[in-house]
């Protein structure tokens, strides 16, 4: 991961409690940017969507970082405005930035290890509905509870299932059989 | 974890942690914040001026007592164009032998909200329903919309025209008889806004005032009514509280968390330590009636017998006595054994659930009886649709 280039500039007179207030959102920041960064890539499904979606999040953060009194719920806070932002991207006209290059983007990743699986569903579940993926990014990927990602949502406990369910269900039906475990546990 | 669900958890963590990503500076945070505080003030006055309308109005058509009819119709702004619901009375749709009879209740699918006498109810399209009540000749839609950590509420009169619309958490929801229903409305910590996070408490039926009491909770939802009483739950806190909007809200301390009344017993369901324990309590006591570690409890039956728990690990659910927790039966499971069949649970009546049932194919409402049998519930959905909603009562 490239390195964040230059720092804040110089504030000269700021207060005492304008500058600790900055420390800790910095701190919070340089601690849990990396993590937030691959939880915003995997709703969006596209690098620079995802270091957008996130810069916009953590700028609201920063706006309502004196309000959210809970510090141990700022993770939660950030995810549930993330996944607000990649729901609000198509009223902007979202644009993809275009860059230049003579190399394909390596869109797959191929690992040896997984026989394709893993990138045959990662395309799956980039075809699942915003809402679908977001829970099961939260699900399966942050790993939250059923009532954590509900919370997180706006929605209830039975919707999170159900939304899991339906997403596996998709997931079943579309890779394709010569990768789903069970045939291959049948060939040998 | 079943084995496709660590596949699958594996295969995003996989394509998380092998891409590369540039790291915003909190310098360049900053001067986002900074933006963004000037475009919500140049917003923000117009949304704040309209949110005064629907959040000041209100509680000044509000007098203490109760008594109906005293009170004038709640002052509204009605959004023209939005078309009527002029669909006709569509006939009950015929059950077929593999889908089953549809449901008793009403329910919700797509942008339209759809009645047992076969009345069609048909909402701006695009907004979604993740839960309604009927409301005074029409409905109080809470949509699937997220803004700002949010979802809207609106509430509809019998001709389908917007009367109102605001930012909530949750779902409106009813008592049992239907005669009554709470909501809350906030404004969202990003707006901008300044306004007070209310509960409101209304008749459904028209007439009488529509109660508001401000409370000092961080986006809090409505679990369920309890008579005269709304038990409300924070968001991002371990916190349940009652309250009748007169008196100051108290807190149920024996639960950290709420996720189903029964106003037929008069008791709360929740959770306890850290959600290791599903608790049902009295809530003007806070005695705890009976507990059982490892599982949620809720929805209760209308009648107040029987309550359904669901195993947070697992998710095997279990039909048992509302008032001990014993075990009457095990929810059935089907579907495909490769992927666990999970049930989103309304009760129909006192002798039936509905939910969400997904095969490998597709998503059917299934129908759930007291043996915890499982059967076609009458309607077939999308797979990765936003399945069906219900009227969520007490």
């Known amino acids: 991961m490239q390195q964040p280039a230059g720092g804040r500039p110089e504030t000269g007179g700021m207060s005492a409690k304008t500058a600790s207030r900055d420390a800790e ?157 069970g045939h291959r546990e049948e060939d040998r | 974890m079943s084995d496709p669900e660590q596949l699958l958890r594996d295969a995003l963590q996989h394509r998380a942690d092998h891409t590369t990503y540039d790291a915003t500076p909190v310098g360049e945070v900053e001067s986002g914040a900074r933006r963004l505080r000037r475009r919500r003030r140049t917003v923000g006055a117009g949304l704040a001026a309209a949110a005064a309308v629907v959040v000041v109005v209100v509680p000044l058509a509000v007098v203490a007592n109760r008594d109906p009819g005293t009170d004038p119709a709640p002052t509204s702004t009605t959004t023209p164009g939005v078309p009527p619901s002029s669909s006709p009375p569509s006939t009950t749709p015929e059950p077929t032998p593999e889908l089953g009879e549809p449901p008793r209740i009403a329910y919700a699918e797509g942008d339209r909200i759809h009645e047992p006498d076969g009345r069609v109810f048909r909402l701006p399209p695009g907004l979604g329903v993740s839960g309604f009540a009927a409301y005074r000749g029409g409905y109080l ?107 100051s809200p108290r807190r149920i301390e024996s639960l950290d968390r709420a996720s189903a009344v029964s106003s037929a017993l008069g008791l709360v369901a929740g959770s306890a330590d850290a959600g290791a324990v599903g608790r049902v309590v009295d809530p003007a006591t806070g005695e705890v009636v009976w507990e059982r570690q490892g599982v949620t409890v809720g929805p209760f039956s209308p009648d107040g017998r029987y309550a359904v728990t669901t195993a947070t690990k697992g998710g095997r659910r279990e039909i048992v006595e509302a008032l001990t927790g014993d075990v009457v039966a095990e929810v059935e499971a089907s579907g495909n054994d490769d992927f666990p069949t999970l049930l989103e649970l309304t009760w129909e009546d006192d002798a039936h659930l509905l939910g969400d049932l997904a095969y490998n194919c597709c998503a059917h409402l299934a129908r759930v009886s007291l043996d915890g049998s499982v059967a076609p519930g009458g309607l077939r959905g999308d797979i990765g649709g936003t399945g069906f909603a219900f009227a969520f009562g007490s």
């Not at chain 1, 915003?40 to 700028?59: F, M």
């Open chain 2, 141 to 247: 839609v809470a949509d699937t919309r997220n803004f700002e950590g949010s979802v809207g509420l609106t509430r509809y009169d019998a001709d389908g025209r917007e009367v109102a619309s605001w930012a909530t958490t949750g779902v409106p929801v009813s008592s049992a008889d239907g005669s009554v229903v709470a909501w809350t409305s906030y404004a969202p910590l990003e707006s901008g806004i300044t306004a007070p996070t209310l509960v409101h408490l209304g008749s459904a039926v028209g007439g009488g005032p529509e109660l508001t009491q401000e409370i000092d909770l961080v986006q809090p939802g409505v679990v369920g009514v309890l008579g005269d009483e709304v038990v409300v739950q924070a968001a991002f806190a371990e916190d349940v509280w009652v309250t009748d909007l007169t008196a």
């Open chain 1, 25 to 181: 959102f910095t701190a919070y920041l340089d601690a849990r940017q990396p993590q937030l960064l691959r939880t915003a890539y995997l709703l969006t499904g596209d690098r620079h969507q995802a270091e957008d979606v996130l810069q916009t999040s953590l700028a609201k953060l920063y706006l309502a970082w004196d309000k959210v009194r809970d510090r141990d719920s700022v993770d939660a806070y950030v995810r549930r405005i993330m996944v607000n932002e990649n729901n609000s991207l198509w009223r902007r006209g979202w644009k993809k930035r275009e860059f230049a290059t003579e190399v394909l983007p390596d869109r797959e990743f191929r690992d040896e290890y997984d026989e394709g699986l893993g990138a045959a569903l990662w395309d799956v579940v980039q075809t699942l509905p915003k809402k679908a993926r977001a829970v099961v990014v939260l699900r399966y990927y942050e790993q939250l509870t059923e009532a954590e990602t509900a919370d997180l949502l706006g929605i209830s406990v039975g919707t999170v299932k159900s939304q899991c369910s339906r997403a596996l269900a998709a997931l079943r039906e579309r890779v394709p059989a010569e990768l789903n475990p």
